[in-house]
């Protein structure tokens, strides 16, 4: 089921990631200031969606890689190390979101 | 070609050390030639596994120079060339008993666990099952059914390394071989078998077993293989 959760999402990053660096690069050449880039992300639901869909994948897909790794080269096993990650993907989850809110609503 | 042959072989269990030794340097001798040699001639108490010579059996396999090899099919002219030493090793990932000689148990339990074996059913069929050999199901137990176990993939494995309790590829191609056998009646135990953390999804896609497998196999194949129908499974589940 992790296995599941990981390739689904790692699907839904490669097209947000894209999206996400295209975007940064599309506001950087065109020379907008935060204020500016804030003003046009305010209420934007659509934006809002995107990056709160952004943070629920990451929030799945990194602490299951970081579990794979944990696994791989420590000897950390067990419910305390899920317990941990489990911890740590609430954690991704509440600052994304908290930064989707603050930049959108 | 030099006369004379530089070898160092391991001596000793984990915990050991390298001994040179000098031999005759002859046209198409084989590392396992060498070897022998070795024990026949310089050092009787060399512990080391052969039995047919000819790449049937698998029981040969050896470190040659950094990499598993069969020493009975590979010639001393493929791995060592000019004044270059050639060294010997057990195999990796496997708890040496002594020498060049390997302990072979985990390894085999391990196709034990990945249900590495053929489930009748409780009332297997009367007649003979007819499996024509163009099958896609056929086709797929064929590309790995070769496997003699000689220990090389899991040799070569990094996963391995990192992770004692991986199946390992040798183990995950047997299960993949018995996925596609279409007279088995054991899928469901087996899937569940080779599906957790030390199962097929714990597999980089390294492909050092494909690299080494001296039987042409391909168990990263295998193991792709078995991801993809428990990736199915699991969404069909949910």
Redesign the interface.
């Known amino acids: 089921m992790l296995f599941v959760a990981q390739r689904t999402t790692a699907f839904i990053l490669a097209v947000a990631v894209a999206a996400h660096l295209a975007t940064i690069l599309f506001a950087v050449r065109g020379g907008l200031t935060a204020a500016q880039i804030l003003a046009r992300t305010h209420g934007n639901v659509a934006f809002a969606l995107f990056y709160a869909i952004f943070v629920l994948a990451v929030a799945v897909h990194a602490p299951i890689g970081l579990r794979n790794i944990v696994r791989e080269w420590t000897a950390w096993r067990g419910r305390s190390l899920d317990f941990a990650l489990i911890l740590f993907s609430g954690l991704l989850l509440v600052l994304g979101l908290r930064a989707v809110v603050a930049v959108c609503s | 070609m030099s006369d004379v042959l530089a070898v160092d072989v391991w001596r000793g269990a984990e915990n050991g050390q390298f001994q040179a030794f000098t031999l005759p340097r002859r046209q198409h001798q084989t590392v396992l030639d060498v070897v022998t040699e070795i024990q026949r001639e310089h050092d009787s108490t060399l512990s080391y596994r052969f039995a047919c010579r000819v790449g049937m059996c698998g029981s040969c396999a050896m470190v040659v120079n950094g990499r598993p090899r069969w020493t009975c099919r590979t010639r001393v002219n493929e791995v060592v060339s000019g004044d270059e030493r050639l060294r010997l090793e057990p195999l990796r990932n496997f708890t040496v008993v002594k020498d060049l000689a390997v302990e072979m148990t985990q390894f085999f339990d391990k196709w034990k666990a990945a249900h590495g074996f053929f489930e009748p059913g409780t009332a297997p069929e009367q007649d003979f099952a007819v499996v024509p050999p163009q099958t896609k199901e056929r086709q797929a137990a064929d590309a790995g059914i070769e496997c003699i176990g000689c220990g090389v993939c899991y040799s070569a494995c990094d996963?391995v390394a990192?992770?004692r309790d991986y199946l390992g590829p040798a183990a995950l191609n047997r299960a993949w071989t018995l996925v596609n056998d279409v007279r088995d009646r054991g899928q469901a135990e087996r899937l569940k078998a080779v599906?957790h953390?030390n199962g097929c999804?714990?597999c980089h896609t390294h492909m050092n077993c494909t690299n080494f497998c001296p039987k042409a196999i391909a168990p990263t194949y295998a193991i792709a293989g078995l991801?993809r129908v428990?990736?199915r499974r699991?969404?069909r589940s949910?």
Request: proline share 0%.
């Open positions: 996963v990192w992770d599906s953390d999804q714990a991801k428990l990736f699991a969404l949910a």
